[in-house]
Every structure is written in C-alpha cells, then in structure tokens.
C-alpha cells in the first residue's frame, strides 16, 4: 500500500509543474506533497481524506444514496491506514440516521480488519435480519451476500466451522443467480470456500470445488505440460 501511495505522491508532483500554472496555490501544494517523505506520507493521504469527507459531508446531501457510496468509498480508503478513524467514521454515519445496509456491510468488514471478530459477526447478523424481514426489497440479494460473505469470514476465524460453509455456499449462490457462474465475484467467492474446505480438512470436496472453478476460468483446457 505505501508503495502505491509514494507512487501517487511522485505522480501529484510531476503533474503539478507540467498542467497547473507557475504561481497557482495548488502547483505550490502538490509540490509540498511530493517532498513528503515514507514516514509522513500515510499521516498526510489520512489528513487528505478527512479533508474530501469533511467537505463532502458540507457540499452535498448527506443521505442520498450516490453521496453515501462516495462517502463509504472515501472511509475505506482511509481505513488501509487508520482503521479505528475509519471506525469511528462510519459510527458518525450511522448515528446520523442513515439505514442503508451498505453502512453495515463496511463496518463489518472494518472491525474484521481490527480482528474484532465477535463484534464484527453480530453486525453481519443483525443485518441479515433486517434484509430478511425487508418487505419493501429494497435490501437487495447483492447486499444479503456481502453480508454472507462478510458473516463467513467472521465465523471462519472463530472456528464455527459448519456456519461459515453454509453461509458462503449460500452467498455463492445468490451470486450465480444474480450474475452467473462465470462473474469475477462468484468466482472470487468459490475460491475463498475451496480454500476454507482445504484448510479443514476436506480435500475431497475442496478438490471437486477446483475442478468446478478451473472449468468455469478455462484452466482445465490448458496444457501446462507443453
């Protein structure tokens, strides 16, 4: 991640003296950027992002839901470096009033990241339980497997075995009516259940499983021998 950043730092740098104007504030501020050196540079990308939140949340209606995709997006990134702010961001976003399932979904997956995986599971839970009793659909099936997913990770990592396979092969299977066999999420998604099944013990059906992806990506048509 920080070599990512050190390249966006060179890239903000160069392409300040070649498209902004010689005594333009913002040519002197992206040349600030680009000296930062590796130990300050995820402090100031941290300070960056609180900036585009804080003017986000100033500029635009803060429930609509394009704005709140942003927003999430926007928390995310700053979660790669500080997780608890990330935390506490998306707390804010809560206690605002906003109900939409994606605000779960990431903090989730936040306090996943923090190996808080208890915490982390009842939110998942809670969250199925909304979608389940939604009878508007506005929860969509996309969201209920995310939640799946997310919910399988946590239960993975505290060793409740037969949950996380139900729940990831049934996240699978909502993925394969929504967007088919062969969509990059369901594959991603068989891939993580394979690797669950291997890691238990199960190798015959984890093996059933990479046949089942290596079929659907084209593997088992190549020669790997040649």
Request: net charge negative.
């Given at each position: 991640?920080?070599?990512?950043?050190?390249?966006?730092?060179?890239?903000?740098?160069?392409?300040?003296?070649?498209?902004?104007a010689k005594n333009h504030p913002w040519r002197n501020?992206?040349?600030?950027?680009?000296?930062?050196?590796?130990?300050?540079?995820?402090?100031?990308?941290?300070?960056?992002?609180?900036?585009?939140?804080?003017?986000?949340?100033?500029?635009?209606?803060?429930?609509?839901?394009?704005?709140?995709?942003?927003?999430?997006?926007?928390?995310?990134?700053?979660?790669?470096?500080?997780?608890?702010?990330?935390?506490?961001?998306?707390?804010?976003?809560?206690?605002?009033?906003?109900?939409?399932?994606?605000?779960?979904?990431?903090?989730?997956?936040?306090?996943?990241?923090?190996?808080?995986?208890?915490?982390?599971?009842?939110?998942?839970?809670?969250?199925?339980?909304?979608?389940?009793?939604?009878?508007?659909?506005?929860?969509?099936?996309?969201?209920?497997?995310?939640?799946?997913?997310?919910?399988?990770?946590?239960?993975?990592?505290?060793?409740?075995?037969?949950?996380?396979?139900?729940?990831?092969?049934?996240?699978?299977?909502?993925?394969?009516?929504?967007?088919?066999?062969?969509?990059?999420?369901?594959?991603?998604?068989?891939?993580?259940?394979?690797?669950?099944?291997?890691?238990?013990?199960?190798?015959?059906?984890?093996?059933?499983?990479?046949?089942?992806?290596?079929?659907?990506?084209?593997?088992?048509?190549?020669?790997?021998?040649?």
């Amino acid at each position: 991640m920080q070599d990512v950043a050190l390249l966006l730092r060179d890239f903000v740098g160069k392409m300040a003296t070649e498209v902004i104007a010689k005594n333009h504030p913002w040519r002197n501020i992206c040349q600030l950027f680009a000296t930062l050196d590796a130990d300050n540079l995820d402090q100031a990308l941290g300070q960056v992002y609180k900036c585009v939140l804080d003017a986000f949340g100033k500029s635009v209606v803060p429930l609509k839901e394009t704005t709140l995709l942003v927003r999430l997006e926007l928390v995310q990134i700053l979660g790669h470096t500080d997780l608890p702010r990330a935390e506490r961001l998306l707390r804010d976003i809560l206690a605002s009033g906003v109900c939409d399932p994606m605000v779960g979904l990431y903090l989730g997956n936040n306090l996943i990241g923090q190996g808080r995986y208890r915490e982390a599971e009842q939110i998942e839970l809670d969250m199925l339980s909304r979608i389940d009793q939604d009878e508007s659909h506005v929860l969509t099936a996309i969201n209920k497997a995310k939640a799946l997913e997310f919910l399988a990770w946590c239960q993975h990592k505290l060793d409740k075995r037969a949950a996380a396979e139900k729940n990831l092969r049934e996240a699978v299977a909502i993925y394969v009516y929504e967007w088919g066999t062969e969509d990059s999420v369901t594959i991603d998604t068989m891939v993580t259940l394979q690797i669950f099944l291997r890691e238990w013990g199960h190798e015959a059906e984890a093996d059933q499983l990479k046949l089942e992806i290596d079929k659907l990506i084209g593997w088992d048509e190549i020669d790997f021998e040649q």
